[in-house]
């Protein structure tokens, strides 16, 4: 990549800067976390879901989370399935008072509600829409 026709690691460099642009000196991570500390910092930011150890084993629920994603995604850019303005204006209201909001996310199901609450097909994870 170029800055202003320099190269980014040149930039870096004559900033002080490590390769990655941190501050020299900084310790980048040397190493993978262990699912121990995963199950961790996952309970420590209130994030649910399983880890294995094991590489081979897949989380079928978050494969089924990222295909069900894009095809909310996809339907609320395109405007397919949309929900009428009092329904999407009632979710809203709902997840601004939910403890799983956080920003524009749902902590229970990681979905970017702005997409989500437009969509009419698509539920609360846990039960909150009743329209």
Not at 80 to 94: L, P, W
Not at 104 to 117: D, I, N, R, T, Y
Request: proline share 8%; hydrophobic share 35%; glycine share 12%.
């Amino acid at each position: 990549m170029l800055y202003d026709g320099i190269p980014i690691g040149e930039v870096n460099r004559r900033l002080g800067r490590g390769p990655f642009g941190e501050p020299l000196g900084t310790a980048l991570p040397t190493s993978v976390p262990t699912p121990e500390e995963i199950v961790k910092l996952r309970e420590k930011f209130g994030l649910s879901g399983k880890v294995s150890s094991d590489p081979s084993v897949h989380d079928p629920s978050a494969l089924q989370r990222i295909k069900s994603g894009a095809i909310g995604v996809g339907k609320a850019i395109l405007g397919i399935d949309r929900a009428d303005g009092a329904t999407i204006a009632y979710r809203k209201s709902v997840c601004k008072g939910c403890p799983r909001f956080r920003g524009s996310l749902c902590l229970e199901c990681g979905c970017a509600l702005a997409m989500k609450q437009v969509v009419k097909s698509e539920r609360c994870p846990i039960g909150k829409w009743i329209l």
